[in-house]
Nanobody, 114 residues
């Protein structure tokens, strides 16, 4: 069973940028679609970005134009480049397959605040 470890979160001011990484314990080549999810306090977990093995990416309307997802199958890693961050982006961010059948990692906290 693949294990996922997210990193790269932190405290950033509104308008700032962060790059999140998701390292898998084994090859993710067989996982057709990978995604980044987030869960804000008191809210359900939501899917914000997905990327297929061929590179096709899709985004939630709330992050479109600000976030970029990418994957490096050779490094078993998925990235999320986040820009123009807003306070409403504050959440714990997770990566997983789409749909999410891999055990969840611990996530990485992103806090956008001045």
């Amino acid at each position: 069973q693949v294990q996922l470890v997210e990193s790269g979160g932190g405290l950033v001011q509104p308008g700032g940028s962060l790059r999140l990484s998701c390292a898998a314990s084994r090859s993710i080549f067989s996982i057709i679609r990978m995604g980044w999810y987030r869960q804000a306090p008191g809210k359900q977990r939501e899917l914000v970005a997905t990327i297929a093995n061929g590179g096709t990416a899709n985004y939630a309307d709330s992050v479109k134009g600000r976030f970029t997802i990418s994957r490096d199958n050779a490094m078993n890693t998925v990235y999320l480049q986040m820009g123009a961050l807003k306070p409403e982006d504050t959440a714990v961010y997770y990566c997983n397959a789409v749909p999410s059948y891999v055990p969840w990692g611990q996530g990485t906290q992103v806090t956008v605040s001045s």
